[in-house]
């Protein structure tokens, strides 16, 4: 089965700066893949999502996210971090074929410094 | 505003007795699924339901059973808890179309402790 790597349980970053979390996944095709936000006391949202083309994603409220398949990893950034950001993330991995396994990353909790 | 409603809140319960957790969604996708979240292990998905009338077993099932009995509401049923399974605990949804992957739609959680 599919699994999903993030390296960093907490980062924090000064507001203004800029921003990449990691992801790395194990899976033998090109999985389809995404990047949630959960802030405090509330369900996850959808960021962004890749399943194919272009390897560079946009998504809502300025993050991109770069497929990199000789890497494994979906990294998400963003260019200016602002104090709303901060939250927990989550990095997931679906195979292609199937919409029922989609694999959580145990998230990376972000920090955001005045 | 569209999406998925879950209840309650919070919950204590004592060990042994049994829980349903109610989720209904108002956006008619599909399938729809349950996750338990755990510091450091992410989401993990419970059961999942692709249509009305279909269940199928995720990572970690045991202790726990579903029902679909329409398009809207998917409960999840402790019927003899037990303190591992303290958690919060997340309803999601989805659009399902063939095989075709699509992002999730979650609800604002319910976080069950178990004494």
């Known amino acids: 089965a599919q699994s999903v790597t993030q390296p960093d349980i907490h980062i924090t970053v000064s507001e203004g700066a800029s921003l990449e979390l990691r992801c790395n996944y194990s899976?033998?095709?090109?999985?389809?893949l995404f990047w949630y936000v959960q802030s405090p006391g509330q369900g996850l949202q959808l960021l962004l999502k890749y399943f194919s083309g272009d390897t560079l994603v946009q998504g809502i409220k300025g993050f991109e996210a770069e497929f990199k398949r000789s890497q494994s990893s979906f990294n998400l950034r963003k260019p200016s971090v602002h104090w709303s950001d901060a939250a927990e993330y989550f990095c997931?991995?679906?195979?292609?074929?199937?919409?029922?396994?989609?694999?959580f990353g145990a998230g990376t909790r972000l920090t955001v410094k005045p | 505003t569209a999406g998925i409603t879950q209840a309650p809140t919070s919950q204590i319960l004592a060990a042994g007795r049994s829980m349903t957790l109610r989720c209904t969604q108002d956006?008619?996708?599909?399938?729809m699924y349950w996750y338990r979240q755990d510091l450091g292990l992410g989401l993990r998905l419970i059961h999942y339901s692709n249509t009305a009338g279909t269940t199928g077993k995720g990572e970690v099932p045991d202790g726990y059973s579903v029902s679909r009995a329409n398009t809207d509401d998917f409960p999840l049923t402790l019927a003899s808890a037990v303190p591992s399974q303290t958690s919060v605990y997340f309803c999601?949804?989805?659009?399902?179309?063939?095989?075709?992957?699509?992002?999730?739609?979650f609800g604002s959680g319910t976080r069950l402790t178990v004494v």
């Open positions: 997931a991995v679906a195979p292609s074929y199937n919409n029922n396994d989609m694999r």
């Open positions: 899976y033998g095709a090109t999985p389809y």
């Open positions: 999601a949804s989805s659009e399902r179309a063939g095989a075709r992957v699509y992002g999730y739609t």
């Open positions: 956006m008619r996708h599909n399938a």
